[in-house]
């Protein structure tokens, strides 16, 4: 019983994180119909300038500000300078773009910083939280605690500020936005801002678990895909329920299966988008989306 | 009375087909002025070109200044509310939150509240479905929400595309009746595109008649309606 509460607490924390980068996905995917795949990538190289902070010996909590923000702002100069001039072209074309961002920044920090890896600080005590018989890990606990305070964040933005209402409005018919005088175009690049630094927090919470490398997001990137599909990419809710559902499952299956564990748990996750796919394409939350021809 | 809106030689295209071909017209400041013509004549279109919706030549003034090229964004934050082809309802928002994005990019920090009410009070069944998915409305609901959007802006001049459309005679009236009201209490002009032509001309002062892009008539709508060709063509009596 401990082990499983254990495992399952450790795969809410994980989870917590492919849920981030799952949100991540679907802000973009639904603002633009387009999969960023070089989300995963923004990430790793958010986290590596949170590491060149730390070395110029800046506090956690300030390099961890100041790398959302420079996410931030980053992700918004992405969408003005190099998704905007793709926008109207096909689809496939947009996914080109992303996967070259991606290979760019997996070299651009291979280059900078190198391929070997690096350990990450976690901004939480070593010492290991204590509740009766059962052990959980510091970092664990809190990162799923920070997951939910930017999650809850973004909840009151989208919900309770006009700002929100009008990224929400924008994504869903631009038409009749620009018809409210909703600038549509600076919503979607606010969106990729977002969804930039809804990705570093998922980085810098990942990178003392996995160790700093420019691939280490390679995986959790699949994880994320796994949750956003399970969740359902027309649903931010459900990406981040997937996500904590993608980490539980994974963990468990990984412990209490016995030819599975920590090699293939990766398997697991990509069996689960091709269930997810065959069984239910839209997803536990999402919609289907029927387009009229 | 000086005019609100005028259009000269407004051209518009759509890739290489040519669907305006040089149409004037003007609204007048508290006017209700109507376009008329059958399917494909360039009334929709006419709307899109005042709104910046399509690439278009020609000189569009909307209260003395050129807007013709300026984005539709910048128009619209001018005081022009453009209820579209289909209403543009945002499916997935609540009643409410369609509304609130109506006032979006009014500079003013006038409580919305109250222009909640003033709205409610035009449509009252829309107050009673405020939390609901705008989705789940009625089509004759939805036209009210798309009008109700509208006056959210509070504007000057209001762009009415085919409000009858696909509605019951009865819904039509009512909605036609709140127009008129609309335009005496909150001051704002109309531009109404129409293909029910009596219904346009009962509400409207002055009428424009489009055929293939050309305006080829245009009066009073008193002497529009006693007009043979309209009436053959348009009121079928």
């Known amino acids: 019983m401990d082990t499983f509460l254990q495992q399952v607490v450790s795969g809410l924390a994980t989870g917590g994180i492919y849920g981030s980068l799952a949100l991540a996905l679907v802000m973009i995917y639904q603002a633009t119909d387009v999969v960023n795949f070089a989300q995963g990538e923004m990430a790793m190289f958010s986290t590596y300038l949170a590491w060149s902070m730390l070395q110029a010996g800046l506090p956690y909590w300030l390099a961890f500000a100041g790398t959302l923000a420079i996410a931030f702002v980053g992700g918004l100069l992405i969408e003005r300078l190099v998704i905007r001039p793709v926008e109207n072209a096909p689809i496939l074309a947009i996914v080109i773009v992303c996967i070259g961002l991606l290979v760019i920044f997996n070299s651009l920090a291979g280059w900078i910083y190198s391929y070997i890896q690096k350990p990450f600080p976690s901004p939480f005590p070593e010492r290991p939280i204590t509740l009766g018989a059962v052990v959980f890990g510091a970092h664990d606990v809190g990162a799923i605690g920070v997951t939910l305070v930017v999650l809850a964040l973004l909840y009151v933005f989208f919900r309770h500020t006009p700002l929100g209402l009008a990224m929400r409005a924008a994504a869903q018919n631009p038409v009749s936005s620009r018809l409210c005088g909703v600038r549509v175009g600076w919503m979607l690049a606010l969106g990729w801002g977002l969804a930039a630094l809804v990705g570093a927090v998922a980085g810098l919470m990942v990178a003392p678990k996995v160790f700093l490398d420019p691939n280490m997001m390679s995986g959790i990137l699949i994880y994320a895909f796994a949750s956003a599909t399970l969740g359902g990419f027309t649903s931010p809710c459900g990406a981040v329920l997937g996500g904590l559902l993608v980490g539980v499952i994974e963990n468990l299956v990984g412990t209490y299966v016995w030819f599975i564990g920590t090699e293939l748990k990766l398997t697991v996750a990509l069996a689960l988008i091709l269930v997810v796919l065959l069984v239910k394409p839209s997803g536990l939350f999402g919609r289907a989306v029927v387009h009229r021809v | ?237």
């Open chain 2, 1 to 237: 009375m000086p005019a609100l809106l005028e259009a000269e030689r407004v051209e518009a295209r759509y890739g290489w087909t040519k669907v305006l071909h040089g149409v004037g017209f003007t609204v007048e400041v508290g006017g209700i002025t109507t376009i008329l013509g059958a399917n494909g004549a360039g009334k929709t279109t006419t709307l899109r070109a005042v709104c910046g919706m399509v690439r278009t030549a020609g000189v569009i003034r909307f209260d003395g200044r050129r807007i013709d090229g300026q984005a539709t964004e910048d128009i619209v934050r001018l005081g022009i509310a453009h209820v579209p082809e289909g209403r543009g309802t945002f499916v997935q928002l609540t009643v409410e939150e369609n509304l609130r994005l109506g006032a979006y990019c009014r500079r003013d920090r006038a409580p919305r509240g109250a222009d909640l009410d003033r709205v409610y009070g035009y449509f009252p069944v829309l107050r009673e479905r405020r939390r609901q998915v705008a989705g789940t409305l009625s089509g004759g609901e939805q036209q009210m929400l798309a009008l109700a959007r509208a006056l959210m802006l509070r504007p000057r001049l209001l762009l009415l595309d085919e409000p009858s459309l696909g509605l019951a005679p009865m819904i039509v009236r009512e909605i036609l009746r709140i127009v008129r009201a609309i335009n005496q209490e909150e001051r704002a002009s109309v531009l109404l595109v129409e293909q029910n032509a009596a219904l346009a001309l009962d509400l409207a002062d002055y009428a424009y008649l489009l055929e293939t892009g050309r305006v080829i008539r245009s009066g009073p709508s008193a002497v529009m309606r006693e007009d043979d060709a309209i009436r053959r063509s348009y009121l079928g009596y």
